[in-house]
């Protein structure tokens, strides 16, 4: 029996194992059926520079969203019942930063290391996790917040923006 949405989002904590799986598998892939030839040597070059600046920038935005969850004393764990609606540092920008920044980090390494599977599994990855996570955690913080969550969803972008 599924839990209460309202007690808890999901009794599985899918965004990191859907992210764990993608870069498995992107890597598996990359063994199998490798992309690093697909770019010339100058190519690869010229975008490892792009790739190693989404990654710093999805390890920021991933740091950021924990120390603003710490600071709040907010749980941090996707399976577990949320415990306060965090809406400052990064989650004004995006309401959900972490999985944000999860694959930021997929995308910058498929350009920093010529691993174009690691970008096609990132992208898989954070569609699995909209529909096996986000959606339910979404249900979930309107039944514990209501018209709070309501206000702030309607300001902030689910992935990264604000509403104009």
Known sequence: MAPDIGERPNS????PLLYL???AAGLLLEWTWPTRGIFAAE?????MPVGWLLMAAGGLFDLAAMLALSRHKANILPH???????TSGPFAV???PIYLGNTLLMAGA?????NIWLLVCGLMAALAVRQL???REEAHLAARFGDEWHAYAGRTRRWF???S
């Not at 190519?43 to 975008?47: D, E, G, H, K, P």
Request: charged share 20%; glycine share 12%.
């Open 110 to 114: 498929a350009l920093a290391f010529g």
């Open 21 to 23: 799986g993608g870069v």
């Open 133 to 135: 996570a986000i959606l």
């Open 94 to 96: 995006s309401r959900n």
């Open 161 to 163: 923006g604000w509403r």
């Open 80 to 86: 577990r019942a949320a415990t306060r609606l965090v």
């Open 12 to 15: 599985i904590p899918w965004p």
């Open 43 to 47: 190519l690869r070059r010229s975008v």
